[in-house]
């Protein structure tokens, strides 16, 4: 079987993501679908350590990294153990591993750990993650569109363009209607001054497709978590 390339994400885009187990039986891997749309199986990312634990037999080990996204637990083990021996707490490592996933927490599998003494190396990879999420944005807002104009048959088959099956499909489209209404109402809380946060503000600084903000702000109007005090301004409705 050809060996999957190791993809540059976001930590958090895979924490957001729907894990699929795979199946061994048909030479099928694991992967993460993230909520814009790229199928992860094995990934390399650049990240700070921020916790560290090796069992008392030398068996099991595992570091938590943080990307300034998100974090996740990556694990080791047995030989593999040797990996994680000169890494410590606070340093900068390259990770590259499979998604896997066990009691409900995702977790990464490694293959390479590596220290990064590069100050810069972090701050880069988050260029060229960003840089190729613009352009999956733009996939997943134009596959938005087409939910709403053409039947399905029609939408699966742009889909595949894409490389996502109809079950990735359904995830990214849901993903966009309901992941974003709890961190836009945060941004409404820490953005009032006392009058209220310009809409147009919130499009700007959220970074999201305009139908993914949209939704998320009629989602907070309907549910009365938010009101207009003035037009074209937003409140959090107090508690």
Known sequence: M???SAQRVRICDLVMGKYFPG???????????TPWGPRVSRVNLIATVIDKFVSEDGNYGTLVIDDGSDAIRVKVFRDAVSLITNVEKGDMVLV????REYGGELYINAEVIKNITDPNAECLRALEVLEDLVERKRRVEELKALSEQVDRSELLKAAQSFGLDEESLD??????RKEYAPQILKLIESLDKGEGVEIAQLFKLCELPEHAVESALNE????????????????????
Not at 96 to 99: M, S
Not at 220 to 239: M, N
């Open 23 to 33: 199946n061994k039986e048909e030479f099928k891997p694991a992967f993460v679908v």
């Open 96 to 99: 590259i591993g499979k998604v």
């Open 220 to 239: 907070l109007l309907a549910r009365g978590e938010v009101y207009e005090p003035t037009p074209g301004r937003l409140r959090k409705v107090s508690q």
């Open 171 to 176: 995830f990214v489209l849901g993903a966009q």
């Open 2 to 4: 050809k060996r999957l």
